[in-house]
Nanobody, 125 residues
Framework: VQLQAYGGGLVQAGDSLRLSCAASGVIFRTYSLGWFRQVPGKDRELVAATKGNGGGVFYADSVKGRFAISRDNSKSTVTLQMNSLKPEDTAVYYC???????????????????WGQGTLVTVSS
């Protein structure tokens, strides 16, 4: 299983950015997919996630109303649309995939089996 994340970059506060993650080697629609982010010295945290087989979406409170996660099972891709970016959104963003993740575990790093390489998002003030 391979996950390839791309789309990071340097933007200004208030701008938008779209991250994408392409997966290979999995029956994509059955996997829960998540976007996490991490800054130096802090734990990796969930930004947004979507359950497999149409099971729903999850967002961190800090990004609700600004970010949107979507998936295209036919193309095996998951996208994170990030709007109204803030300097505190600066982080390395990772996509992740896992199977049979229950709702209460969707925010847990340990629940995901596969990870992309990370893409840096920098938001300047």
């Amino acid at each position: 299983v391979q996950l390839q994340a791309y789309g990071g970059g340097l933007v200004q506060a208030g701008d938008s950015l779209r991250l994408s993650c392409a997966a290979s080697g999995v029956i994509f629609r059955t996997y829960s997919l998540g976007w996490f982010r991490q800054v130096p010295g802090k734990d990796r945290e969930l930004v947004a996630a979507t359950k497999g087989n149409g099971g729903g979406v999850f967002y961190a409170d800090s990004v609700k109303g600004r970010f949107a996660i979507s998936r295209d099972n036919s193309k095996s891709t998951v996208t994170l649309q990030m709007n109204s970016l803030k300097p505190e959104d600066t982080a390395v963003y990772y996509c992740a995939a896992g199977q049979r993740i229950i709702n209460s575990s969707m925010r847990r790093v340990q629940a995901y089996d596969y990870w992309g390489q990370g893409t840096l998002v920098t938001v300047s003030s």
